[in-house]
């Protein structure tokens, strides 16, 4: 896992997980309803179709949540520009570059569960599956995410000082051309 | 600044040494002094012993390579707000 540009990748992976995650376990009990597919303005149905495809006919959005869309995606949606927005992050995100769609479902998977979303860890759950990831790979990820929210705790009540910062070497490729995929 | 001393290699017992072996090992990388969470693992083996090996079955590659699963973990870290 040399190079930053994977780094980038995860991090922008975590980051908007958490940003999805936010709004649906923070809203999803609220008093907000989501926006209806049958009922949006033309801009909103047509960014919901490419949710769609994302995820799959099927998917989770629709096995797992009990609609078609995603939650956060659905309560967002009453602002279509912001929407656009939202999604595009997220797609790009999501989208298999250096990491692999997988990987980056089993990371998203790991910070929906250590972050207790109840809305992420199923979402994420249920793509790993999708994406064809077996009983055995769902348990690797839960086994690394637990044992490292055990180290992780004992190194904050020790006040431990990383011993690792040194050991990846510096990467020395440049910034990326952003249309190049 | 830890909340402990930390013991130098040299003051744990052979048996806590040999586990230092396997740490570097597993790292692939000379540390002067074993990383600082194995020579907490070593102060009681019988948990950190259990401990560790639990790790290790957890990123052994299986569906996911160690990498990717070391990736993960450092996203779980991050999360957690942990800089060790």
Redesign the interface.
Known sequence: MTGDDRWYEAAFVVGITNALNVVADGLGGAPMRQVEPETAPAEVRTIFADIRAFYGTGGPAADVLGGEIPMPFGLVAHDPGYLADVWAAVRRAFSERRLTRRHKEALAFAVSLTTRSAFGTAFHLAELRRLGVGERGVMEVVGVTQMFSSYTKIADTLQLASDMADIAPPDASGVPNPGAG | ????R?RDASEYPESARRLFELSRQW?D?D?K?P???SR?MAWDPHFGGP?GR??K???AP???SR??????????????A???
Do not use: I, W
Not at chain 2, 67 to 80: F, I, L, Y
């Open positions: 600044m830890p909340t402990v930390l790292f990388y540390f002094e990383p600082a969470m907490v401990h639990a790790m079955r957890a990123m299986g569906e996911f990498g990717e699963k070391e990736m993960v973990a450092a996203a779980v870290s991050g999360v957690n942990c800089t060790y």
